[in-house]
């Protein structure tokens, strides 16, 4: 049995400080100078320390917690078959905030029989969690946003990277979301399969991801004072929001092993802007379109005799510019309707010629052969991977990154586009400009659009 150090006390992950992560347990990877920090370093768990129900910080009992053969390794074979509530988290030593973790676990083995049967093929990633000192000896689970980690049984769907809660709640769609767990929309992974997990924790968003779908998203995790150990920790002065924390990964009763923990420090975003959610569009826009704002919508009704799409005043056009963004919204057409999202526009008279447009078109479903001009299309650029939009006049999200030098568009969860700012059709636009919407003289709605800076 190997008792390590008590973890060290909160620090915030910014790029400068690398060094500082590498000194504590993790490794900046060298393969193509990947900004990447490995906190498994594939030989020991320096940096790690155990804790398990019954048993003091430190103690990894019967070993627990392991390295085998490059892999961390959770193992129940010194537990002489019985689980006994013994659950178990191996905490990192450091607190982290705006970061992306990607873990590859699969899970091995079978489970011990007296495991609860929710734990079949059960693991976790345990985010903004408190620090494991805090923890009461006989404590389940720390404090903290669970990043479900499930495996399929025989039959059946079994969604991965769902969401549990244990002392927190989140807000979801703008309502805060109290029950314990909550479903993401990933596949099912079966057997003892590699699975690759990645999570965003960025400011006050939370978002999950399969091969680089968003299969969950939500905001403002925090504390939840119904919770008797949440209600230790807001006693203690623990604020009630939850924007850093402790990581750590779970033992529950069934054997799993991870070959890679890895994270990617984020820069620290601006607050989001939420512009619908004011009383007039002259809040926050400029247009001299038929746009009318109301309940949170904002809805485009086109004059009549209106045509095309070159009444470029007629956009709705966002105040500022913006050069690394993110924006969020859902919109709406009703069959055959046409718009798009503008940004890096840098003259709002020429959006076309000084701008880039992702595209937003009501795509038939059974549509296969795409081109620019289908949702989630670049203009100009090129199609969507795939045919990700509702049918009409069904609601649409869509979700826009641009940062680093690329842009990623997700639409309904699905990753359909990436670009290079660089690419050959668009390496003239600006680096930063307006955001607007299209007016196409065709009907639009938009509700929930929120868009933030990433520097």
Known sequence: MRVLPPPLRSWSVVVASSLLLVGAGAQQSTVGESPWLQLFNGKDLVGWTAKIKGHELGDNFADTFRVLDGLLTVSYDGYGGAFRGRFGHLFHRLEFADYRLRVEYRFVGEQLADGPGWAFRNSGLMLHGQAPETMGRDQDFPVSVEVQLLGGREHGERPTLNLCTPGTNVVRRGRLWERHCLNSTSPTFRGDVWVTAEVEVRGDTIRHYVDGH??????????????????????????????????????????????????????????????????????????????????????????????????????????????????????????????????????????????????????????????????????????????????????????????????????????????????????????????????????????????????
């Not at 990964?249 to 054997?255: C, G, I, M, N």
């Not at 999200?397 to 568009?409: A, N, T």
Request: proline share 8%.
């Open 214 to 455: 968003t299969v969950l998203s939500y905001d403002d995790p925090q504390l939840d004072p119904r919770d008797p150990d949440a209600r230790h920790l807001l006693a203690d002065g623990r604020d009630k929001a939850l924007h850093r924390g402790t990581i750590s990964l779970q033992s529950e009763s069934h054997p799993i092993q991870f070959r890679k923990v890895e994270l990617l420090p984020l820069a620290t975003p601006g607050p989001w802007l939420e512009p619908l959610s004011a009383k007039r569009l002259g809040e926050h826009f400029t247009t001299a379109g038929n746009w009318r704002l109301a309940d949170g919508i904002a809805a485009l009704t086109p004059g009549e005799g209106q045509q095309g799409w070159q009444r470029y005043d007629h956009y709705l056009w966002l105040e500022g510019r913006y050069g690394e963004f993110e924006a969020e919204f859902e919109y709406r057409l009703q069959e055959h309707g046409n718009s798009g999202f503008y940004f890096h526009v840098g003259d709002r008279g020429r959006p076309v010629a000084t701008g880039i447009e992702v595209q937003l078109y009501a795509t038939p479903p059974d549509r296969q052969r795409l081109t620019d001009h289908d949702a989630g299309g670049i203009i100009p650029g090129g199609p969507p991977r795939e045919n990700a939009a509702r049918p009409a006049p069904e609601w649409n999200l869509m979700h826009v990154r641009c940062e680093q030098g690329e842009i990623r568009v997700t639409l309904n969860g699905r990753l359909v586009h990436v670009m290079a700012l660089d690419h050959p059709r668009i390496a003239d636009r600006p680096a930063t400009g307006a955001i607007g919407f299209q007016d196409h003289s065709l009907p639009l709605e938009l509700r929930r659009l929120r868009v933030r800076r990433l520097r």
